[in-house]
């Protein structure tokens, strides 16, 4: 009680000076200050976006799919009861269409910059193999869905061929290194994606019943 009558009574010449204003903070504006905050916070969201982010479409593809690879791979570093690799019991039959499934797929992501009709048929001998693998496991429920979504994919997709331009194979000797750069870079990225796909297909099929 008596520190509150003890600072009115200090505060009192303030008020009789400047009335309607907080004491010791009349230079200080809300509404400037806010205005100012607020223009801050645009200048560096807009100076983060600029810096972090772009409107082409490969680059964001390429940091999800980082992004992906590098939250995947941390839990599998501290990952400690891996199993043993058994090798036996190889069926021979289905290893070669699962290798020749593989090179298609190799294929059709390599003849896809400049012979989009080669890849196109590489892609459909992996769909093809996709298709007979599930056919294999006992799943030709899946096997036709996988067949059918193949037909439709594949006929769109000649469709979209019918009017892309024609793809010029020449590059000026400039580009030549950063694209071999960019090529290798996105070849070790879809490698590690890869194996680590397989390293998890592994550890899920292999778990005990």
């Keep these: 009680m008596g520190g ?10 303030l008020q009789r000076r400047k ?28 100076q983060a976006i600029n810096l972090f982010s772009t409107k082409r479409l490969q680059p964001q593809v390429l940091w999800i799919v980082v ?27 289905f290893t070669l269409l699962w290798i ?23 892609l459909g001998g992996a769909g093809l193999c996709s298709s007979l ?3 294999w496991l006992s799943a030709p429920d899946l ?14 997709l000649l469709l979209g061929l019918r009017w892309l331009p024609r793809r ?5 000797p400039s580009d030549r290194g950063r694209a071999l750069v960019r090529r290798l870079r996105d070849m070790t990225i879809a490698v590690i ?14 778990r005990p019943a």
């Design 193 to 206: 994606a890869g194996l680590g796909m397989s390293v998890l297909t592994y550890l899920q099929l292999s």
């Design 67 to 93: 992004i992906t690879v590098v939250v995947t791979i941390l839990p599998l570093l501290l990952f400690e009861a891996w199993p043993q690799l058994v090798m036996r019991n190889i069926d021979l039959p």
């Design 143 to 156: 096997a036709l869905t996988q067949l059918v979504v193949e037909m439709v994919t594949t006929i769109l």
């Design 4 to 13: 509150g009558v003890l600072l009115a009574l200090v505060l009192r010449p």
């Design 133 to 135: 693998t599930y056919l």
């Design 100 to 122: 020749i499934g593989s090179c298609c797929a190799v294929g059709a992501a390599y003849q896809a910059k400049y012979n989009r009709f080669r890849s196109l048929v590489l």
């Design 19 to 46: 009335p309607g204003q907080t004491p010791l903070l009349y230079r200080i504006d809300g509404r400037i200050f806010f205005d100012f905050l607020m223009n801050l916070l645009d200048t560096v969201a807009y």
């Design 168 to 172: 010029m194979s020449t590059e000026p």
